[in-house]
């Protein structure tokens, strides 16, 4: 009894201290840009008065999400579809991107050693290599000693845009990987085992020789993990570092990309890294609390503004600014109040 | 007079009607309640049930691109684990509970039952995080290893100890799990165990019969429903275990061939999907379905032991 | 008589058949041995396992624990961020959620084991009761974010205090009717003839005989949902701020490990080892004094 007197009090206690903050905004989905999002809410916070809560619940969840109105935006890694975007009356723009990094575990082969084209990825992946020494990869690998080892391929066994990204690369390569798998969240792997998160991957192919795996490029880089070149379309191999993402951002064609759903995958030029991509904020164009929505267009309006250094420093790539300009105005013309008036 | 005890009885009556109303209010919602989430999932899973038929339960195909979506093998991979864990748990828990009834001194009976106990107690995400970082690595570089090399040449049972050497797979799986179930089974054997009355121990004591002796011919018998009950309890939770398996299964939705090959189980599968389907998607009705078969599966469990344990329920 | 004599006229045999029985004996009792040895082994094993698991908690967690971590929330890397909203968020649906659920399941409990011996309907509440004692979390999860989260246009922490409270029932329910199940019948015959009414004779007799075992019961609901991550995912989000309303996004210790253990950053990932090493010591503790208290009391 005495407990439930307790409880009551505590709960009356919650309807009184419950003072609204004013500036709140929710926003769910993708767990890749999960970092930058959060670093750039604490920095925000004194400069707007916003205070963003961001929670990584994944692409899909972010979409359903902002479909049900559960949340003030919503976050996806892969862009949402066109016809879902029009029923659902949503506003799709980028927000930041990053790259996808190939890590592996072969006794004798050092940073970035090894060179990969992406349709020997592909043929491991699909289990038609499965031997390090084989001739094909010895065939790309002059000066580099290939043990004779098993091939043991790591993916995430999580729904991830991670592995939409790499599924992605993987198709644009490999005619083959396109027809017999294709690109998706989670697909039907061919081979190998999966791992949950870019920390099991990591960790797998840490524990096992001969393992090859792929993750977020902050991953490989604050963990230091054995990363290897790829060659992209000018047929060139890369290494994968910022200038090499920064050149497939800016070699993207993102004026005739509708609702800003830009390819990054495989760009042209000879210094472009070939895995890259964008990842995306989603807001209805019709709020039911414009003020809610106002201080979430503001919160991005203040990130792309300053908050490209910090992006930087967490190994993410900031938007160009051209593109910046053409999401404001997408802002300002898209998302009206029942009067019709811009939001923002 | 008459009417006076009347009262009384109105009066423990109305109490009585109040409280037994109250506990079968309470009875009636959580029937509802509950029964809701399983009608709920049944009919999220209908568009997948509908488009596949009893495809869906046969089907090994697991491929979001082209919406093809089966359910054998996080159905054979949620079996075959919890099979296996029982299989491992079982002895270590009979030991520990014949331990803590028979031989243990008295003083330390206490103590070490609360510490068994206490492993009910670990969060199961714990499991994961401690499956994933020390006992993984654990499998990857010396056991499994060591048993391919040594057992793996062999005829017949060779072959269940293939592949590449992960350290995840059904047998790490299997492991955590039976970690888990352990102080579930062994502290229903020790209360069971206890429950035999003393002259019957006694007289076989009597007859010159050994410790062992008197639990195999005489304890064991008159408990065996009970602890094969106490049994299928350990394996309803093993089924259902989500995020301990996740972690050290190694998810992938083919067919393990050996026991080092990864699987998935229905709950991880659940967990590892979910986040990434859409509403209104194939793979969710999919997901949806998969906790429905599950439901079955733990149900057809749950009747078995319920049939074996009604004896021991009735006394 | 016969026996004596019998055995009288075969003295060798007699030798013999005690020298047999004397070998039998040594085998009997080398097998008793055996067996003592192997419960002494498992035993040792079982210990062992919880030893090795406190100690990775120790070893990983323990060096990252300082005064940040309850005086400091979650912030973004490199930041030197704590753990306190994600400690309180915890505290605040747990203790809800289980106040929330034990008193259902103690009452569904009382019903079966008192009220619904042999009746459909409880056979059925049994059943439906014991099934979800197995179900995924995620499930449950599921199915409150359509029954609260959705129709109320938002992520709340009193929905993820409800996904907890259902789960919190079925273990409630299940300890509950297995307490008063073992109550003797002279216990209930002896408050009866006293004149009790059933009601009474339930609250005040069987509760107080079965209070061990109900409350080990709601300890075991309360480890469980102390370390629930998936139900909480779709009904209180997580929030990365300062937030003690129930009608926000809250946060939650297991969801901040699930999203920090998997990070890219070490020190997020410190914070995802100390979290575990704060849970699990928590409920570890909670449990053992639970244990003293009911045993001091008795």
Same mark, same amino acid.
Request: charged letters at 15%; one cysteine or more; glycine letters at 10%.
């Given at each position: ?344 | ?41 049944? =009919? $999220?899973? *209908?568009?997948?049930?509908?488009? @596949? #038929?009893? %495809?869906? /339960? &046969? ?5 979001? +691109? ?90 017949? =049972? $060779?072959? *269940?100890?293939?592949?590449?050497? @992960? #350290?995840? %797979?059904? /047998? &790490? ?5 039976? +970690? ?136 | ?298």
């Amino acid at each position: 009894m005495k407990i439930n007197t307790v409880l009551a009090f505590a709960l009356a206690g919650y309807a009184t201290t419950a003072v609204a903050q004013a500036q709140q905004i929710t926003g769910a989905g993708a767990t890749f840009p999960a970092p930058v999002y959060s670093k750039w809410a604490e920095s925000a916070k004194p400069a707007t008065g916003i205070e963003l809560n961001y929670q990584a619940i994944g692409s899909g969840g972010g979409q359903n999400q902002i479909l049900n109105r559960t949340v003030d935006f919503g976050a996806s890694d892969a862009p949402m579809d066109a016809a879902k975007l029009a029923s659902g009356n949503i506003l799709q723009f980028p927000a930041v991107m990053g790259a996808v990094v190939v890590i592996v575990n072969i006794p004798g082969v050092e940073m970035d050693a090894l060179k990969l084209p992406g349709e020997l990825l592909a043929d491991i992946y699909a289990g038609t290599i499965s031997k390090w020494n084989d001739p094909k990869l010895v065939e790309a690998n002059r000066g580099v000693t290939l043990p004779n080892l098993a091939i043991a391929p790591v993916y995430r066994a999580d729904g991830s845009g991670t592995s939409f990204v790499y599924t992605s690369y993987l198709s644009a390569v490999s005619a083959d990987w396109k027809s017999k798998v294709g690109a998706a969240t989670s697909v039907k792997w061919p081979a190998g085992a999966g791992a949950k998160g870019n920390d099991g991957v990591a960790a797998t192919v840490r524990n096992t020789k001969g393992s090859i795996g792929y993750v977020e490029n902050a991953y490989a880089t604050q963990n230091k993990l054995i990363t290897v070149q790829l060659r992209n379309k000018a047929r060139q191999f890369v290494k994968p570092t910022a200038a090499a993402f920064n050149a497939a951002a800016s070699a993207g064609n993102w004026r005739d990309a509708k609702n800003f759903a830009v390819d990054l995958i495989d760009q042209a030029g000879d210094t472009s890294w070939p895995i890259v991509s964008a990842t995306f904020i989603l807001l209805p164009k019709d709020p039911k609390d414009p003020g809610r929505s106002a201080n979430v267009m503001k919160f991005f309006d203040w990130a792309f503004t300053n908050g490209a250094a910090t992006a930087q420093a967490l190994e993410y790539i900031p938007l160009p600014g051209a593109v910046q300009d053409a999401v404001r105005s997408a802002w300002h013309t898209e998302i009206k109040n029942p009067d019709g008036k811009p939001v923002f | 007079m008459q009417q006076a005890r009347r009262t009384a009885s109105r009066g423990a009556n109305l109490g009585d009607f109040v409280f037994a109303s109250l506990t079968r209010i309470a009875g009636v919602f959580v029937l509802v309640l509950l029964g809701a989430i399983i009608v709920t999932l049944f =009919i $999220g899973g *209908l568009p997948a049930f509908e488009k @596949f #038929g009893v %495809g869906f /339960l &046969t089907s090994t195909d697991w491929d979001p +691109v082209q919406e093809v979506y089966g359910a054998a093998v996080p159905v054979f991979g949620t079996v075959v684990t919890a099979v296996l864990a029982l299989i491992v748990s079982v002895p270590l828990a009979f030991g520990i509970a014949f331990y803590l009834t028979e031989l243990a001194p008295q003083w330390l009976r206490r103590p070490v039952g609360t510490a068994i106990e206490l492993l009910a107690a670990v969060p199961s995400i714990i499991y994961g995080m401690w499956g994933f970082f020390v006992i993984v690595p654990i499998m990857a570089q010396y056991i499994q290893p060591a048993v391919i090399d040594s057992v793996g040449e062999l005829p017949l =049972i $060779g072959p *269940l100890f293939g592949g590449p050497a @992960f #350290g995840t %797979g059904i /047998l &790490t799986a299997a492991l955590i799990l039976a +970690v888990m179930i352990i102080p579930f089974i062994a502290a229903t054997m020790r209360d069971v165990f206890l429950t035999v009355p003393p002259v019957f121990k006694e007289s076989a004591y009597g007859l010159g019969c050994t410790t062992w002796e008197v639990m195999r011919s005489i304890v064991i018998p008159y408990t065996r429903t009970s602890v094969v009950g106490g049994i299928m309890l350990g394996l309803g939770r093993a089924l259902g275990e989500t995020m301990a398996v996740t972690f050290v299964i190694g998810n992938t939705n083919r067919i393990a061939t050996t026991l080092f090959g990864p699987g998935n189980t229905i709950a991880s599968l659940v967990a590892l999907e979910f986040p990434e389907s859409q509403s209104g998607s194939l793979k969710l009705s999919a997901l949806l379905a998969l906790g429905f078969i599950l439901f079955v599966i733990s149900f057809i469990v749950l009747a078995i032991s319920r049939v074996l344990l009604r004896p021991r329920l009735k006394v | 008589m016969s026996a004596t004599l019998s055995s009288h006229s075969t003295l060798p045999g007699a030798i013999k058949n005690l020298n047999v029985a004397k070998a039998l004996g040594r085998r009997r009792s080398r097998a008793s041995t055996v067996v003592k040895a192997l419960c002494v082994l498992a035993t040792l094993i079982g210990l062992a396992l919880l030893a090795s698991i406190l100690l990775t908690l120790i070893v990983r967690g323990f060096g990252g624990i300082g005064l940040g971590v309850f005086t400091e929330v979650t912030k973004p890397p490199g930041s030197n961020g704590g753990l306190l909203n994600a400690i309180v968020g915890s505290l605040i649906q747990t203790v809800i959620g289980v106040a929330i659920g034990t008193p259902v399941g103690l009452l569904v409990g009382t019903y079966l084991a008192e009220y619904a011996r042999g009746s459909t309907l409880g056979n059925a509440v049994r059943f439906v009761s014991d099934v979800l004692l197995s179900a995924p979390s995620i499930l449950i999860g599921l199915f409150i974010y359509q029954l609260v989260v959705a129709p109320f246009g938002g992520f709340s922490g009193i929905a993820g205090c409800i996904a907890l409270a259902v789960i919190v029932i079925p273990i409630v329910v299940r300890t509950t009717e297995d307490m008063l199940s073992l109550i003797p019948v002279a216990m209930r015959e002896a408050a009866m003839a006293l004149g009790a009414p059933k009601w009474k004779m339930i609250v005040q007799v069987c509760y107080r005989a079965a209070k061990d075992g109900i409350v080990t019961g709601v300890l075991l609901a309360v480890a469980r949902v102390a370390g629930e991550t998936a139900p909480l995912l779709f009904t209180s989000l997580g929030n990365l701020n300062w937030s003690l309303s129930l009608t926000k996004p809250m946060a939650s210790l297991p969801v901040t490990i699930y999203q920090y253990a998997g990070s890219a950053f070490d020190d997020w990932v410190q914070l995802a080892w100390v979290g575990a090493l704060l849970i699990t010591f928590g409920v570890l503790a909670i449990n053992i004094l639970a244990r003293v208290v009911l045993r001091g009391g008795k």
